[in-house]
């Protein structure tokens, strides 16, 4: 169940292919905007040196981080290769009345 | 080229070398794949070892633990050292005194750091630094009151300062010329960096003339022509790589300021390829001009190529030259190469971080140099790197207004 939602920003705080930081009880997230305006969350640390990835270059469906370009897809959280090989956790995300939320399991 | 690659030997087990072997698999290559490496270790990452990775961890930072090469079926060897190499009989020769045999040959084999003239490598005061065990014997010697001098202003000697620094140790570092980071890196950043580590205390000497090196029981007495005196506790050379070439050399292929290969990372014997900090290789998005680099991005980029072309693919080398290095909170990030720039602009990203773009004579994005605490000029590189692989023309005043973004000039 995702029953804790959380309000991250606006909707329209997050341009399209970009990505934003979003800090929450002690735990860091990076909330992204798709190129076909979806919304997705998943951890907001590269699992290769902790590195925010919110820093980092959105293209298509992937996020690389800024540190050692290491990629992954942000819709599945799924790691793209060196220097990265272990997966980024996935957030659900909703949009409601404007705002974007993430649901914390 | 004969028979299709089953047999698949990579000398050198680095960065490159390990990347080359997972690809092969990611390609789908089923034959047989070893990977043989001088170091005890399994491959690791060399970057930390002048930063963190000093900091005193027990292991290095491993590419892949022993399980991922077990799954993938990729045999390593360590403390294995290739002697030679058989191109008749294709085989090569380990220092156990065994011949393996190979139908497809991958040269990995790094570079070595240049020596002070006149000095041993491996005295245990006059050091290097390269490989983890080096590392740690570095950082035994780092503590308040002890005296660190380096030798040379590159991006080694520079890390390990901060680092020293961040350990309480007193540091000089003497470079030979005018300033430090010549080699690649735009004045106005090496300033920045200069400035930061005078602030954190590091005595930087340029123009500095080294009459003669003496150890002294503890302790290593530094000369300078001017007359001047260093007692140092540990005096750590960084004065550039030489690429390790002597294997190729004695096997009758082409050098080159490295091992020489074409634009498909292949040698002078059509199925031996060579990759990473050891070769030397035609740069297509620079005139095909011959460059050898040491990065670490162009080691796992070209792992990743040869892989594909030892399996026959016969793809060519497309990414741009890319470089970062961390001093104190600072990152510094560089794509492309600068020479022949005509047209320098600067792009502020606010809090002192700043990016310089460089342009040739027709107006082509060539280089994009940046500093920044943390990763705040990360993305932009990342940016000019894709427009200056798209060949790209940008304006230069969109260049230096932060209202424009990057991205919309690779649209555009
Ligand atoms: C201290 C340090 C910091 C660095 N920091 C950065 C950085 O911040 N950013 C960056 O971009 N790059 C950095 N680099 C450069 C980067 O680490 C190198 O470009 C990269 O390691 C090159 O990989 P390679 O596999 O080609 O060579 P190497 O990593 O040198 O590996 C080659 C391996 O081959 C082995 N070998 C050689 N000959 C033989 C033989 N005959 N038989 C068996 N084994 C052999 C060697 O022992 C070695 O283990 C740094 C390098 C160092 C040393
Ligand atoms: S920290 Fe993200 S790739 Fe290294």
């Known amino acids: 169940m995702s029953g804790n939602w959380i309000e991250v920003c606006a909707a329209d705080e997050i341009d399209e292919e970009d990505v934003i930081r979003f800090d929450h009880d002690g735990r860091t997230f990076a909330v992204y905007r798709s190129p076909d305006d979806e919304y997705f969350a998943t951890d907001g640390l590269c699992t290769h040196e902790h590195i925010h990835l919110a820093d980092g270059l959105v293209m298509d469906d992937i996020i690389e981080c800024p540190k050692h370009n290491g990629r992954f897809n942000y819709k599945t959280g799924q790691a793209n290769g060196a220097p990265v090989c272990v997966n980024l956790k996935t957030y659900p995300v909703k949009v409601e009345a404007g705002s974007v939320f993430i649901a914390l399991v | 080229m004969n028979r299709p690659a089953n047999k698949i030997v990579i000398v050198g087990a680095g960065e490159c070398g390990a990347r080359a072997a997972f690809a092969l698999r990611e390609k789908g290559y089923e034959g047989d794949i070893t990977l043989i490496g001088a170091e005890p270790h399994l491959p690791y990452e060399r970057p930390p070892l002048s930063k963190e990775g000093l900091a005193g961890q027990l292991d290095p930072k491993y590419v892949a633990d022993a399980e991922r090469y077990e799954a993938a079926g990729i045999q390593v060897l360590t403390d294995a050292a290739v002697q030679a190499i058989d191109r008749g009989a294709k085989t090569v020769r380990i220092s156990d005194g065994r011949d393996l045999s190979y139908n497809r040959l991958l040269l990995a084999t790094g570079a070595s750091p240049r020596p002070f003239p006149g000095h041993s490598p491996t005295s245990s005061l006059v050091r290097v630094l390269r490989t983890h065990a080096e590392a740690a014997a570095i950082r035994l010697k780092l503590a308040p009151g002890k005296l660190l001098a380096i030798i040379g202003g590159g991006f080694i000697g520079l890390e390990l300062a901060s680092t020293a620094r961040k350990f309480g140790a007193e540091v000089v570092l003497l470079e030979g010329?005018?300033?430090?980071?010549?080699?690649?890196?735009?004045?106005?950043?090496?300033?920045?960096?200069?400035?930061?580590?005078?602030?954190?205390?590091?005595?930087?000497?340029?123009?500095?003339?080294?009459?003669?090196?003496?150890?002294?029981?503890?302790?290593?007495?530094?000369?300078?022509?001017?007359?001047?005196?260093?007692?140092?506790?540990?005096?750590?050379?960084?004065?550039?790589?030489?690429?390790?070439?002597?294997?190729?050399?004695?096997?009758?292929?082409?050098?080159?300021?490295?091992?020489?290969?074409?634009?498909?990372?292949?040698?002078?014997?059509?199925?031996?390829?060579?990759?990473?900090?050891?070769?030397?290789?035609?740069?297509?998005?620079?005139?095909?001009?011959?460059?050898?680099?040491?990065?670490?991005?162009?080691?796992?980029?070209?792992?990743?190529?040869?892989?594909?072309?030892?399996?026959?693919?016969?793809?060519?080398?497309?990414?741009?030259?890319?470089?970062?290095?961390?001093?104190?909170?600072?990152?510094?990030?560089?794509?492309?190469?600068?020479?022949?720039?005509?047209?320098?602009?600067?792009?502020?990203?606010?809090?002192?971080?700043?990016?310089?773009?460089?342009?040739?004579?027709?107006?082509?994005?060539?280089?994009?140099?940046?500093?920044?605490?943390?990763?705040?000029?990360?993305?932009?590189?990342?940016?000019?790197?894709?427009?200056?692989?798209?060949?790209?023309?940008?304006?230069?005043?969109?260049?230096?207004?932060?209202?424009?973004?990057?991205?919309?000039?690779?649209?555009?």
């Open chain 2, 177 to 412: 010329l005018p300033r430090v980071l010549s080699r690649g890196v735009p004045e106005e950043i090496a300033a920045v960096v200069a400035e930061r580590h005078r602030l954190e205390g590091v005595d930087i000497r340029c123009n500095a003339r080294i009459a003669d090196i003496e150890e002294r029981g503890e302790k290593v007495e530094i000369d300078l022509d001017d007359g001047g005196i260093l007692i140092a506790d540990l005096v750590v050379v960084g004065i550039g790589a030489i690429p390790n070439t002597a294997l190729a050399e004695a096997a009758g292929l082409a050098i080159d300021n490295g091992i020489a290969v074409d634009e498909t990372l292949c040698t002078s014997d059509p199925d031996i390829f060579a990759a990473g900090d050891c070769c030397s290789f035609p740069l297509g998005h620079y005139d095909g001009r011959r460059i050898r680099l040491e990065a670490w991005r162009n080691a796992q980029d070209q792992g990743t190529l040869a892989a594909a072309n030892l399996l026959g693919a016969a793809e060519t080398i497309a990414s741009v030259p890319w470089f970062w290095s961390d001093q104190y909170d600072l990152t510094l990030q560089i794509a492309g190469l600068a020479d022949g720039a005509v047209l320098t602009v600067q792009r502020d990203l606010g809090d002192g971080a700043f990016i310089l773009f460089h342009l040739d004579a027709s107006g082509r994005l060539i280089s994009a140099s940046g500093i920044g605490t943390g990763n705040a000029i990360a993305r932009d590189i990342r940016l000019a790197e894709m427009l200056i692989a798209a060949g790209k023309r940008p304006d230069p005043q969109a260049l230096g207004s932060t209202d424009i973004k990057l991205k919309a000039l690779l649209a555009a």
